[in-house]
């Protein structure tokens, strides 16, 4: 601990803070906490985010629909979540200190900006009193500073009208925690400025504001002391900040390019889905294609179009466009043609919830499509991971001619997280194998080419772009007769055909990597099987059940159709296992069909991810026998 000489506040270390921005919709609290972030990440910290969007685009000011909310975890060690329990919460006006006051614990640091208490402001929040004065935040440390009047005073002498100034106080709010956790200021300077380069008024409040703020900490005589995370430790290597969304859309130029094939995104922009359609369309220089449909079926119409050209087809969407496309995804099916259908998973049914996270479309995946049409699942963990599950599920597609469903939900879309750079020279290329001659000889004894001859390995028919000589061929809809592909009503081949296709999906298990499982005892009594965006917060609960001398391992999944090979010795290992998911039990109904084990759901359905609390007292639940 040390003591600054000039203003005679006190800096003091910690190993990790969580810190909640949280204002109305058009307060910027995005923004801020994405700036916060950026910081810290430069700074060097390991961090998680998680933000949470109103559903309403524009939900009335000052309403508790409309608060918006940023949360973010820095730590000087190895973290998983964004937190389960805010230590600061920044409330720019009294709806968001009401819609968030629940989630704290009691001592939890409070910053306000007082000027937005005024009667109006806490008559539409819902406040018969003002909370700053009657003693109901009595149990939490609070600073209440004048933000909006702050910000507009430093503005006033750049010309910028009061009103326009205002929007800039959560430049000042940033400004704030930026000194109070000594976070660099340069970085969000430089940002600011190149940023608004072409409106200099705005760039100057924002400017001023941010720098208003850190001063006003260091020189106000509010604050006993501010602190420090320290960066840190990392494996060597070039990191940047990415979100799960930005790590996915790199994924598939990444997989583009080790396929040597075009990238063509036929899309419709859906929440949260839309923000891969955005990143991919800025990527013309890497031969990306994007094609922004009227609605979800032209959208999946398109790729699987590009798909029979020689492309890499891709289309994203979110549960409701993926109800849209099942039936081109089953047209997909039958021609055998490499598709890549990212599913943004939010919640449901119908619209349900545009903006907050859920993981309840794997059955829908699985089995959402009439006849007998299985495809590949492939589930992303972390936002960085989705680079790597976006390569996999090309892989896949492409080997095996076949439409693959990649899930990630919003909480991975949105949130971010320090990635380090892989060295996209070590990954494995990924062959198209285009049919390059004939392959069969006709009637006449001339060579014809058939477009369902088989590969003996995979079962995957040969893929043949048109336009090629000697590689005429025809596919369509209606069912195929086995090697010619010709239109056939014939029973028996029917059933042959559809045999080939279940066959050559299930197939594909020996062909991803075993289940690996973290049991650091090698005895334990509890397996906590996981899939998808669950991952953080079942990895640190396990971690603290261990710490208080519980046996558990834990195990995720990233191919959720077929399941890898291993999976059914793997839950036969252990007596208990638990399987906690955003949505009613679905992984679960299928190992208990698939494996007769005893599989415990624990689910949570409330648009929000779990917390490593949650999941640490459902191993102690369960391990005491009252589950």
Request: glycine share 10%; aromatic share 8%.
């Amino acid at each position: 601990m040390t003591t600054t000489e000039e203003h005679q506040h006190q800096r003091r270390q910690l190993d990790r803070v969580v810190i909640r921005f949280a204002g109305d919709s058009g307060d910027g609290m995005q923004l801020t906490g994405d700036r916060f972030t950026a910081s810290s990440a430069l700074f060097g910290n390991d961090l998680s985010t998680f933000p949470d969007f109103p559903a309403e685009i524009r939900a009335p000011a000052g309403t508790l629909a409309g608060v918006s909310a940023f949360q973010v975890q820095i730590a000087d060690y190895d973290i998983l979540t964004p937190g389960d329990v805010p230590n600061v919460l920044v409330a720019m006006n009294p709806a968001a200190l009401k819609a968030n006051l629940g989630v704290l614990e009691q001592g939890a640091t409070l910053v306000v900006n007082s000027d937005s208490f005024d009667e109006r402001s806490l008559g539409k929040a819902g406040y018969a009193s003002n909370p700053l004065n009657d003693g109901s935040l009595a149990a939490y440390t609070v600073y209440e500073v004048p933000m909006t009047s702050l910000t507009q005073e430093v503005c006033k002498e750049a010309g910028v009208k009061p009103r326009d100034a205002e929007r800039s106080k959560n430049f000042f709010a940033l400004g704030l925690l930026s000194w109070l956790y000594t976070r660099p200021t340069e970085p969000t300077i430089q940002w600011i400025e190149k940023r608004y380069a072409d409106r200099p008024l705005v760039l100057e409040a924002n400017a001023r504001a941010f720098r208003a703020g850190y001063h006003f900490g260091e020189t106000a005589e509010l604050f006993e002391a501010n602190y420090e995370v320290p960066p840190a430790h990392f494996p060597p290597g070039e990191y940047t900040q990415v979100s799960g969304n930005q790590a996915l859309a790199w994924g598939l130029i990444a997989a583009s390019r080790l396929a040597g094939l075009p990238l063509f995104l036929g899309s419709y922009p859906i929440t949260p889905a839309s923000d891969i359609l955005h990143e991919l369309s800025r990527r013309k220089e890497f031969g990306v294609r994007t094609f922004q449909a009227e609605d979800e079926i032209a959208g999946v119409g398109s790729a699987i179009g590009a798909a029979f050209g020689g492309a890499l087809g891709v289309t994203t969407t979110s549960g409701p466009g993926l109800d849209l496309k099942s039936e081109a995804i089953g047209l997909a099916v039958n021609l055998e043609l490499p598709l890549v259908v990212v599913d943004i998973q939010r919640g449901g049914p119908s619209t349900g919830l545009p903006t907050k996270a859920e993981q309840a479309d794997l059955l829908h995946a699985m089995y959402g499509r009439h006849g007998e049409a299985p495809v590949p699942i492939v589930a992303a963990k972390t936002p960085s991971h989705c680079f790597e599950a976006a390569i996999e599920a090309v892989r896949i597609a492409v080997k095996y001619r076949t439409p693959v469903i990649l899930l990630s939900d919003g909480y991975l879309a949105n949130g971010a997280e320090p990635w380090r750079l892989p060295d996209v020279d070590r990954i494995e290329p990924i062959d198209p194998g285009f049919a390059a001659e004939a392959n069969h000889v006709g009637d006449d004894g001339t060579p014809v080419f058939w477009p369902y001859v088989r590969d003996p390995g995979t079962l995957a028919r040969p893929w043949a772009p048109p336009g090629v000589p000697g590689l005429e061929h025809r596919i369509g809809g209606l069912e195929k007769a086995d090697g010619s592909g010709n239109v056939s009503y014939d029973p028996a081949n029917h059933e042959r055909m559809v045999r080939l296709r279940a066959a050559k999906v299930a197939g594909i298990a020996r062909d991803v990597p075993a289940v690996e499982v973290d049991d650091d005892t090698g005895d334990a009594e509890l397996l906590v099987l996981g899939w998808g965006s669950t991952y953080g917060a079942i990895v640190a609960g396990v971690r603290r059940a261990r710490a208080r001398g519980h046996k558990v391992a834990h195990a995720h999944l990233v191919h959720m159709h077929p399941f890898p090979s291993n999976l059914g010795e793997v839950l036969a290992r252990y007596r208990t296992v638990l399987v906690p998911e955003m949505n009613l039990g679905q992984l679960s109904r299928l190992v208990r069909a698939e494996y007769l084990v005893d599989a415990h759901s624990f689910s949570k359905v409330q648009g929000v991810p779990f917390r490593a609390g949650e999941i640490e007292s459902a191993i102690e639940s369960l391990l005491k026998g009252s589950a």
